[in-house]
């Protein structure tokens, strides 16, 4: 498997190599379509001059010209009829057309820089052919020549040419040099990253990654610690979870085997019989609700697919729930007070809704003493439906708030457990909550009350 490292490498090789080849195709391209003919009347102002010294000096043509090509000049003078004279550096190619030197004979001028095709992979400026050339008819000791020339690249531009391609290699050299280096500064903290999430995998959540970088690579990292921070907060809790339950399912069922062996293996009184059995029964009573809350639990992980949402009055809503726990209320001599306005509708799934106010009409009877009160509000605002749930109880400890609402999490243990209650039920309210898009928080003090607000979304 090819290391991200080499792949880096190879990626710049080619975009050095791509970026090269468009580079040189468009300065290919603006040569032909905008420096070309530029070139070309350049050239013919320079061979017009070289026509007029000829013409002016006839005695001297043949110096001249020779001077002319030792200063950078490649140049073919013929007559048209056999007699053809090279100064300077031989054309690589002489594909000169015989109607080109008679067009020059002619009088015309010849603009074969201008008509040079157009190649994609050939700059015209440097392909030395006779044809790649400027002719213009020049008069020299009652003679016609046709005379063709065109620069000498490699004696005008010989040392620049060898300078700018060692720059253009020396620079292509250094940035890969310089950009496999600098990759280890990309590529080492992925490294660090893929080892931390093998250790992630093995289950060691204790990592400390570099977070000084402002970069995304830095981002990353940061990320990359919250996560594996929540990881862990996540398998603490289900093996907490899985504690909890064990224990929850395990206290019951040692009561019940316990008790049903004194049942069958003693000759018990009537009475103290009927007190076994009454255990047997609260105790399996409990498991039953246990199982149902677990089982509601893991329905409402499903998320919001599991709710069947419709509009429905909320003081008719608290109302049944109010009326299904009014023997409690009564019981314990508790006044109800319901601030609810008719005018309130709320849209979620009815019937999970009614275990949210049951479980919190339910905790504030159980847990108040009696003589109390409890209090139902509920206004709608801007974007919410806010229902609140206070009693004049005595209150939650501060430290026990942030846990209210985890899974099996009591306040108060021992007397939790003796009234068969599974400390699941808050967990279920936020999840239900939550579910509808809505928050759910508590507020209380020691001998002030408990106050729980419930915040949903007015849709």
Known sequence: MKSLYFRVFLITAAVILVSSVIGFLVSNLYYHMKLKSFNDEKLVGIARQMKSFI??????????????????????????????????????ERDLDQRAVALVLGGEVYHGVAQFPNKPFITGFFDNRLS?????????????????????????????????????LYTVIISILFFLISTRYLVKPITRLTEATKRIAQGNYNLRLPTRRRDEIGQLAEHFMTMSKELER????????????????????????????????????????????DIIEAESRHLS?????????????????????????????????????QWQLEEKDLLLKLSVPDSITLYGDEVLLQQVWMNLLGNAINYIPPGRSIEVHAEKTLS??????????????????PFLFDRFYRVDRARERTS?????????VKKIVQLHGGEIEAASSPGAGTSITVRLPDL
Do not use: C, W
């Open 55 to 92: 013409e002016t000096e006839p005695a001297g043509m043949e110096r001249y010209l020779q001077n002319a090509a030792s200063l950078g000049y490649e140049i073919y003078l013929t007559n048209g009829q056999g007699e053809a004279h090279f100064y300077g550096r031989s054309f690589r």
């Open 289 to 325: 609700i246990l199982s149902k809350q677990l089982l509601l639990l893991s329905s409402l992980e499903q998320g919001e697919e599991a709710l069947n949402k419709k509009h429905f009055s909320l003081y008719k809503h608290i109302r049944q729930a109010v009326q299904v726990l």
């Open 132 to 168: 790649n050339t400027v002719g213009v008819l020049v008069q020299s000791s009652g003679k016609s020549y046709a005379l063709f020339m065109r620069p000498d690249v490699l004696l005008q531009f010989g040392e620049l040419r060898t300078f700018f391609a060692l720059v253009g």
């Open 234 to 277: 996540v398998d603490q809790t289900r093996q907490q979870f899985v504690s909890n339950v064990s224990h929850e399912i395990q206290s019951p069922l040692t009561s019940i085997q316990g008790f049903a062996a004194v049942l069958r293996e003693q000759e018990l009184p009537s009475e103290e019989r009927r007190h076994y059995a």
């Open 384 to 401: 919410h439906i806010v229902v609140s749930v206070s009693d004049t109880g005595d209150g939650i400890p501060p430290e026990h708030l």
């Open 420 to 428: 068969g209650r599974t400390g699941l039920g808050l967990a279920i």
